[in-house]
T-cell receptor, first 107, second 118 residues
């Protein structure tokens, strides 16, 4: 199975800050990396697919980058509505795996 | 697209559970259905997928031998059976439609809480 390691596990930042979350794969997964946002008490939502393509309706304050083994999710200008746990997920293999999640809070 | 899951259940250790996922608003056989779960306070765990067209399945290694995914094309419903339940299986279980473009879960069911307790 492809292991995905996210860092940090949690972070607290101020409104307006730029936040970056990292997802590292245990082997090359090309660009088959998706990012999800899960707000407290809600169902997860797909934010970014194929490493950098924003899903329809996702604000442009979110961006993704990377390929191979190293990927990032960046939130520019953090807002209260961005408080959530973010997960990366690989679809390079038919056996999917998820990162352990990164909890984002407001300082 | 709408995925409506069956309701919450409480099960005894050693029992089995079936969660259903009724799909509507699209051609059921055109999109894979994935199953995932989330234990209380924990992250997302992928369980497996089913191709509603062929019935082909693939399961996560953690669930091999305990899980069976099926589908009923006439009822446009996918089902997940999990056997030999333990307290570690207490979780919210989700079905999700995999997008052909995104290769991620585009649409989610509302989740089904399964509690395993003696």
């Amino acid at each position: 199975d492809v292991q995905l390691t996210q860092s940090p596990t949690s972070l607290a930042a101020s409104i307006g800050d730029t936040v970056t979350i990292t997802c590292r794969a245990g082997q090359s997964i090309s660009r088959y990396l998706n990012w999800y946002q899960q707000k407290p008490g809600q169902v997860p939502k797909l934010l970014i697919y194929e490493a950098s393509t924003l899903e329809s309706g996702v604000p442009s304050t979110f961006s993704g980058a990377g390929s191979g083994t190293d990927f990032t999710l960046t939130i520019s200008s953090l807002q209260p509505d961005d408080v959530a746990t973010y997960y990366c997920q690989q679809s390079y293999t038919t056996l999917w795996t998820f990162g352990q999640g990164t909890k984002v809070e407001i300082k | 697209v709408q995925l409506v899951q069956s309701g919450a259940e409480v099960k005894k250790p050693g029992a089995s559970v079936q969660v259903s996922c009724k799909a509507s608003g699209y051609t059921f056989t055109d999109y894979y259905i994935h199953w995932l779960r989330q234990a209380p306070g924990q992250g997302l765990e992928w369980m497996g997928w089913i191709d509603p067209h062929s019935g082909d399945t693939e399961y996560a290694h953690n669930f091999q031998g305990r899980i069976t995914l099926t589908r009923d094309t006439t009822m446009t419903t996918a089902r997940m059976d999990l056997r030999s339940l333990t307290s570690d299986d207490t979780a919210v279980y989700y079905c999700g439609q995999m997008g052909k473009v995104t290769s991620g879960v585009d649409s989610w069911g509302q989740g089904t809480l399964i509690t395993v307790s003696s």
